[in-house]
């Protein structure tokens, strides 16, 4: 299986301020054949099903804010929230979908103001 | 507008069989570049893949649980149906239906159901 790792596990940023979320993969999720990362960012609000934000590592779903920026390549991702909003308050996971067999998680990191 | 439902018993025994259905509306499950499949969220924790199922019947399940699970489709109904065997406390979770669209060769997440509380208890 590959791993994901997200850290830090929480964040506190004020509002306005720039909020970075790293994710680590424990083997590459770009494919040679394409180029393409097989990374996705999903936020999850308290109560709610997750959201998909960013796929390919850095393409927003359409209506995502573009406030939402993802980045990397392999297996260091970041996800950046330029200037946080109080709605941008969720957690935050990352996800592979590289693997046929199983597409994996990370642990998720919360993010407060 | 794609919507899911799950639906299903939100108390199971132990040792029983978790059954969970997912109403797919607004879409068709036999919809050849889709598949489906089953997230679960133990409470105050994070996400676990459970397996996914194209309408074709090829399926894909976590290893971890792929002893117990089933997941099924039935178009007739447009619906897909997830069966957890020999559960226990440890399976109470979140279960969260999803459609997984077609990404150059694997599948993507977009589309969640609202999740269905089910809790193993006596």
């Known amino acids: 299986d590959i791993e994901m790792t997200q850290s830090p596990d929480s964040l506190a940023v004020s509002l306005g301020e720039r909020a970075t979320i790293n994710c680590k993969s424990s083997?590459?999720?770009?494919?040679?054949?394409?180029?393409?990362?097989?990374l996705a960012w999903y936020q999850q609000k308290p109560g709610q099903p997750p959201k998909l934000l960013i796929y390919?590592?850095?393409t927003r779903e359409s209506g995502v804010p573009d406030r939402f920026s993802g980045s990397g390549s392999g297996t260091d991702f970041t996800l950046t929230i330029s200037s946080l909003q109080a709605e941008d308050v969720a957690v935050y996971y990352c996800q592979q979908y590289y693997s046929t067999l199983l597409y994996t998680f990370g642990q998720g990191t919360r993010l407060q103001i | 507008q794609l919507q899911l439902q799950e639906s299903g018993p939100g108390l199971v025994k132990p040792s029983e069989t978790l059954s969970l259905s997912c109403n797919v509306s607004g879409g068709f499950i036999n919809s050849s570049s889709n598949y489906w499949g089953w997230i679960r969220q133990p409470p105050g924790k994070g996400l676990e893949w459970i397996g996914r199922i194209h309408y074709s019947g090829n399926t894909y399940y976590n290893p971890s649980l792929k002893s117990r699970v089933t997941i099924s489709v039935d178009t007739s109904q447009n619906q897909f149906s997830l069966k957890l065997t020999s559960v226990t406390a440890a399976d109470t979770a979140v279960y969260y239906c999803?459609?997984?669209?077609?990404?150059?060769?694997?599948?993507?997440?977009?589309?969640w159901g609202q999740g269905t509380l089910v809790t193993v208890s006596s």
């Open positions: 390919w590592a850095s």
């Open positions: 999803a459609r997984l669209r077609q990404a150059s060769g694997q599948r993507l997440v977009d589309s």
């Open positions: 083997q590459s999720v770009l494919s040679s054949s394409n180029n393409k990362n097989y």
